[in-house]
């Protein structure tokens, strides 16, 4: 071609500089090499490798960087929940600790509350004890005076004597002036008998007999009083007595009928009639 051409062809070589191509005015087309003797690159070349294996170095360094990165990150994200267990494991210790102590502060106290229930238990079983002996000593004891009853009332009973609520009865044999019957009853560690109740009322009443009591007016007329100083409060006089005769002093009471329990009479003190001493039986 008679025009003047210029070709210019990139080519990248070792450097990465681009060579140019040249293509000048001639009847043929002349080609000159650069100065610079650029041979056309192969992709097999070790150039090519060489600059492969640069990038190749770059990913793994970058790889590296990051996978340090991570370990790293990894390493901080375990020693954050190391000092946070460690934390809540510290915290669970104490958590224990103070659990243990109130259990330990509970079975401390429970056995010194059981230690003094037991000296509780102790003492009242001593106490249980001595009362047992006491009772046991008591239980003789009444034994022995109820022997000692028994043979007092057989020895009693034999010289006449009568036990009746709590007391002892001796009933005469004989007819004597109420000054007479009392006399023979103070002989006997007695006195006329002094009725308190009912029941002693009736229990008298069954003997069926005119008998001298321990009732008279002869320090004051019409103020009846027992043989032991004590007023009379509850009586069983029968129809219109006391009511005394005008010509004799009638001082004396005695129980003239034994059928009713309004029986007592007053009587002049020189009759002669049965009479009944009482004394008590622990006297």
Sequence with gaps: MDQLLDVYVNV?????????????RGSSDTIYENEDKVHAVEPNSPAVRGAGNVKSCRAVAVCLALLCLLLLAGLITLVFLFIQAKSEWKMEMV????????????????????????EQLQMSFSNLSEEQDQLQKRFEDITNERNELEKRLLALRSYGWIYFSSSLYYISSSKKSWQQSRADCLQKGADLVIINSHEEQE?????????????????????????????????????????????????????????????????????ERFWICEKLLFQ
């Design 12 to 24: 990248e070589g070792p450097s990465g500089h681009n060579s140019k191509w040249k293509r000048k």
């Design 95 to 118: 958590k224990l600790h103070n659990n243990l102590t109130s259990e330990r502060n509970k079975l401390q106290m429970s056995y010194m509350n059981l230690s003094e229930e037991r």
């Design 203 to 271: 229990f008298i009443q069954t003997f069926k007999k005119l008998i001298w009591i321990g009732l008279t007016d002869m320090e004051s007329e019409g103020k009846w009083k027992w043989v032991d100083g004590t007023p009379l409060t509850t009586s069983y006089w029968d129809r219109n007595e006391p009511n005394g005769v005008p010509d004799r002093d009638e001082d004396c009471a005695e129980i003239k009928k034994y059928d009713s329990e309004q029986s007592w009479n007053d009587e002049s003190c020189g009759l």
